[in-house]
């Protein structure tokens, strides 16, 4: 199993839709997770650390399920300008652990 | 200030030259992180200093040699480079390492390898 497993996608969303993501990982001792963002040709900035209790800013949501191994990104009312891809990244004993991205596309 | 800066944003060199790249930060941040991605795959780490020690290297070619000159800039240093090299070339600062690691990246310097 892999370290950090994403759904690649890519999923195509009307504006205004809700979409959600997971991400499973394999280390149970990982310890901070985040999500990151990334637009074609330019640098991950962080959009949200997760955090046990789960976590909200604006129209993202992010959960963390420990017992399953897995976080979610929720955003709603998606906008054009959401169109980017997420990145899940994990860290424990080690430094981040990046999975491969899911790519979102959001369509007028 | 809450910026990494990288310089060049694109450089283009023969196998033959050599070049450095250049990262800095003003965040007081005691840890910093040179990445390699190619297109649409995921940053893959190559070094970790922490409080200006390399602390990890993960099996990089020895074409690529890091330096950390002090707390605020860390260079990457490249000679006789493959093609396959060209990359983005990312740099990253966090608090700590291992603990308070939200890392904060720079915008990178695109890589051609000619």
């Known amino acids: 199993r892999k370290e950090v497993e994403q759904d690649p996608g890519p999923f195509n969303v009307p504006e205004g839709a809700t979409v959600a993501f997971n991400c499973t990982y394999s280390?149970?001792?990982?310890?901070?997770f985040f999500w990151y963002r990334q637009d074609c040709r330019k640098e991950p900035k962080l959009l949200m650390s997760v955090y046990s209790s789960g976590n909200e800013d604006g129209r993202f949501t992010a959960q963390l399920n420990r017992a399953s191994q897995y976080i979610s990104l929720l955003i709603r009312d998606s906008k054009l300008s959401d169109s980017a891809t997420y990145l899940c990244?994990?860290?424990?004993?080690?430094?981040?652990?990046f999975g491969k991205g899911t790519r979102l596309s959001v369509i007028a | 200030d809450t910026e990494v800066t990288q310089t060049p944003k694109h450089l283009v060199m023969g196998m033959t030259n050599k070049k450095s790249l250049k990262c800095e930060q003003h965040m007081g941040h005691r840890a910093m992180y040179w990445y390699k991605q190619k297109a649409k795959k995921p940053p893959e780490l190559m070094f970790v200093?922490?409080?200006?020690?390399?602390?990890i290297n993960e099996s990089v070619p020895s074409r690529f040699s890091p330096e950390c000159p002090n707390s605020s800039l860390l260079n990457l240093h490249l000679h006789a480079l493959q093609p396959e090299d060209s990359a983005l070339y990312l740099c990253?600062?966090?608090?700590?390492?291992?603990?308070?690691?939200?890392?904060?990246f720079g915008p990178g310097t695109r890589l051609t390898v000619l």
């Open positions: 990253a600062s966090s608090q700590g390492f291992l603990q308070d690691n939200e890392q904060f």
């Open positions: 990244v994990i860290s424990g004993n080690t430094p981040l652990v």
């Open positions: 200093y922490s409080y200006e020690k390399l602390s």
């Open positions: 280390n149970s001792a990982s310890q901070s």
